[in-house]
């Protein structure tokens, strides 16, 4: 058995969450609605995040276009991702909302642009 202590960030009321954990089942106290139940579960059996990181471009006026993932990935996959965007180049020209990689790490989550970056004009 463990217990866990989180804050929950579903809605606005921030609830803190007393988790705990027997084997795959959790029993959760101190939510005010039935978010803070899905968050806390969802926390403690599967955590994911939206991750937002940076890729270096080629031929454009900035030298990075930062990015984000299309959607929550494990946690576990996040330092092989990192690694992934920072052995990639793109060429510019790339548009917000462009998808940069598709499917990334097998996960079906693409990596897309969150600003645009122009060509370089000849000669700069």
Same mark, same amino acid.
């Given at each position: 058995m463990e217990n866990r202590t989180l804050t929950c960030i579903s809605c606005p009321l921030g609830c803190d969450l007393e988790a705990e954990v027997v084997g795959d089942t959790v029993t959760v106290t101190g939510n005010r609605c039935d978010k803070g139940v899905a968050y806390a579960k969802a926390e403690i059996l599967n955590p994911q995040r939206v991750v937002t990181s940076n890729i270096l471009v080629e031929g454009g +006026?900035?030298?990075?276009? &930062?990015? %984000?993932? &299309?959607?929550?990935?494990? %946690?576990? /996959? +996040?330092?092989?991702?990192?690694?992934? /965007? %920072?052995?990639? %180049?793109? $060429?510019?020209?790339?548009? +917000?909302?462009? =998808? /940069? +990689? $598709?499917?990334?790490?097998?996960?079906? =989550?693409?990596?897309?642009?969150t600003r645009e970056v122009e060509t370089c004009p000849a000669g700069e």
């Open positions: +006026i900035c030298p990075l276009v &930062s990015v %984000k993932t &299309s959607a929550p990935i494990p %946690k576990g /996959l +996040i330092g092989n991702m990192i690694q992934e /965007l %920072k052995n990639m %180049k793109i $060429r510019a020209p790339i548009r +917000i909302g462009q =998808i /940069l +990689i $598709r499917n990334l790490l097998g996960t079906g =989550i693409d990596v897309i642009a």
